[in-house]
């Protein structure tokens, strides 16, 4: 049973650019959140996707932006890279049936801005 | 607002060492709490939890009370191994919302 599959595992971007991460869930999970992880630093929340809208956010600027698919998968969009915004970003999917099942994640992806 | 504390790392033990990794909270409420491991290269990975106080929740040997009186949720292992060593996470998560709350993370090292 495939887990949480997460691409590009690696990423180098220059300051100003533009990235796309993608995120297939676990089979059966229907909702998808994403995470940044900065080197040292626990997981911050970026945000949740159910039913293809955005349903909660995190303290994030607006250059984080998000799609979730019909089929489930999702991106992360993040305009005019920083370089403050290197970090791991992971996915974590989830069963949205109002009982705690727990978040399943990805390995995630590496993304460097220099 | 929400937060966890976790104790300060790294911790280097020896191989069948007593583990302890305290963490305390501050929530409104009575969250569910959770601990995850990440092993080098990897996302994390659900270790145990427990959603509701007194429950105890456990996995692979490591254990961890729900103590609302002391609004924490130490992790503990009576024996480690070496393939124990990894970065541990505390978190938690408030009844209706969507988000995990993490703490700092705590590196373990084993040595043999």
């Known amino acids: 049973d495939a887990g949480v599959t997460q691409s590009p595992t690696h990423l180098i971007k220059t300051r100003g650019q533009q990235v796309t991460l993608r995120c297939s869930p676990k089979?059966?999970?229907?909702?998808v959140s994403w995470y940044q992880q900065a080197l040292g630093q626990g997981p911050q929340f970026i945000f949740q996707?159910?039913?293809?809208?955005?349903?909660q956010r995190g303290n994030f600027p607006d250059r984080f932006s998000g799609h979730q698919f019909p089929n489930y998968s999702s991106e992360l969009n993040v305009n005019a890279l920083l370089l403050g915004d290197s970090a791991l970003y992971l996915c974590?999917?989830?069963?949205?049936?109002?009982?705690?099942?727990?978040?399943?994640f990805g390995s995630g992806t590496r993304l460097t801005v220099v | 607002g929400n937060s966890v504390t976790q104790m300060e790392g790294p911790v280097t033990l020896s191989e069948e060492a007593f583990l302890t990794i305290n963490c305390t909270y501050t929530?409104?409420?009575?969250?569910?709490l959770f601990w995850y491991v990440q092993y080098p290269g990897e996302g994390l990975q659900l270790l145990l939890k427990?959603?509701?106080?007194?429950d105890k929740g456990s996995n692979k040997g490591f254990e961890a009370t729900y103590r609302k009186e002391t609004t924490s949720f130490h992790l503990e292992k009576g024996s480690v191994q070496v393939s124990d060593s990894a970065v541990y996470f505390c978190?938690?998560?408030?009844?209706?919302?969507?988000?995990?709350?993490f703490g700092t993370g705590t590196r373990l090292t084993i040595i043999p």
């Open positions: 978190a938690l998560r408030r009844l209706g919302n969507e988000k995990l709350t």
């Open positions: 974590a999917s989830s069963i949205d049936r109002g009982v705690d099942y727990g978040y399943t």
């Open positions: 929530a409104t409420g009575y969250p569910s």
């Open positions: 089979s059966g999970h229907d909702t």
């Open positions: 996707y159910y039913e293809e809208e955005e349903r």
């Open positions: 427990a959603t509701k106080a007194d």
